[in-house]
């Protein structure tokens, strides 16, 4: 994952949301602005058309989820409940996700498939 000189390397994790993931890795590279939720969690449009698999509430920073009812991918930065449901699908490796807060409006978060 990239955003300007941030990199962060993640990891989709299919048994978590098999569809869901397969539906993401299919549409790589992506490449979306940033938006930041209260600094809990940053999240980013992809219209996937899926809804809730094997659904949670609950996550720690570092989690990668699917939310189906805003149609985003999202990275938390801090441990989160979350009245909506989101679809676990990985974790971010390194723990310098914390500079995502760096991130203003109008920057570009790309997801892609490492070589």
């Known amino acids: 994952m990239l955003n ?6 993640g990891e989709l994790i299919r048994y978590l949301s098999p569809l869901t993931v397969k539906r993401i890795a299919n ?10 939720f209260q ?3 940053l999240y980013i449009k992809m219209d996937l058309g899926i809804g809730a698999e094997k659904p949670l509430k609950q996550f720690k920073k570092g989690d990668i989820a699917f939310s189906p009812i ?8 801090e441990d989160y409940n979350h009245n909506q449901q989101f679809s676990h699908i990985g974790h971010i490796k390194n723990e310098n996700f914390h ?12 997801i892609k498939k490492d070589n």
């Open 70 to 77: 805003s149609n985003s991918i999202c990275i938390f930065i």
């Open 27 to 36: 549409n790589l590279p992506i490449s979306q602005l940033i938006n930041n």
């Open 99 to 110: 500079e995502l807060l760096r991130t203003k409006p109008g920057d570009v978060l790309t």
């Open 39 to 41: 600094n809990k969690y």
């Open 4 to 9: 300007s000189s941030i990199r962060l390397d």
